[in-house]
């Protein structure tokens, strides 16, 4: 069912998926690929995890999709932080959910949003990552100028600043310039029917995903249960970031290694996906 609710003057809007029976059931909420809105990977994977008894969340953070919020298309680290607070709130008030039973699901850069999330509320009481970014300042630099693109896009800010437009650039391209270049994520972008997904975002956004830490959730997570759900080749969330979250957090912990060749794979390719919700589905009975 298409649900509003309000977090910080905005108003967002989700799908719940509740699954048939009666009784107050375990609940997840889920945030996704960055750009991404509901209809897309969280939807699916909601949609997926629903059918295994679980109730689920997937809605349009702040500034994407059908969900308020100015700039468009810009990425809010804390305030999808904000959203997910939210999102529990609203899952709790809700009597088909048992409001002790709650779990944080993160696909793609909402790996890492729901890892940080799951790590400083005690009302989430597991978290799973699939195909999880798990962004940090200190990997970020190690692979560019970083000082270089620190001044690019503090550029781009002060023009803002001092009254000029929120400047954008295309979320994906085949070729040229975009957030999220090459063939890839464009072969996904640019094939998913989603009325509600732009191709754009806000320049200011990839300075957000360079300065964001959401590996630190790791160290805070314990003594809540963990579950990284990967595939071995990933050029866009490295299998090496996953392992660094796993070897950072503490029992109990599960990773899962997928025979993925792609990042996309985990987002709509079988057998990837199934195999990803039945790992999910697993860890979830064991501990939520």
Known sequence: MRIEFAVDGVTLVGELRVPEGTGARPALVLTGPFTGVRDQVTGLYAERLAERGYVTLAFDHRNWGESGGEPRCHEDPQGKLHDLRAAVSLLRA??????????????????????????????VKVFAGIAGAYNNPYGMRSGMDYDAVLGSYTEVLE?????????????????????????????????????????QVTRASVLELITMDNLMGADFLSPKPALIVHGVIDRFCSP????????????????????????????DREPYVTQAVDATAEFLAQHL
């Open 94 to 123: 809700r009597p088909e959910v048992d409001g002790d039973r709650i779990g944080a699901v993160g696909i793609c850069l909402g790996g890492g949003y729901a890892l940080k999330f799951a790590a400083f509320d005690r009302r």
């Open 159 to 199: 023009r803002q600043d001092q009254g000029g437009p929120v400047e954008y650039l295309p979320a994906v391209a085949e070729e040229g310039e975009a957030a999220m270049p090459g063939n890839e994520p464009f072969s996904y972008y640019g094939a998913s029917p989603s009325p509600h997904w732009a191709n």
């Open 240 to 267: 090496e970031g996953a392992e660094e979250a796993y070897k950072r957090l503490d029992e109990p912990k599960r990773l899962v290694w997928l025979d993925a060749k792609r990042h996309i794979d985990l987002y």
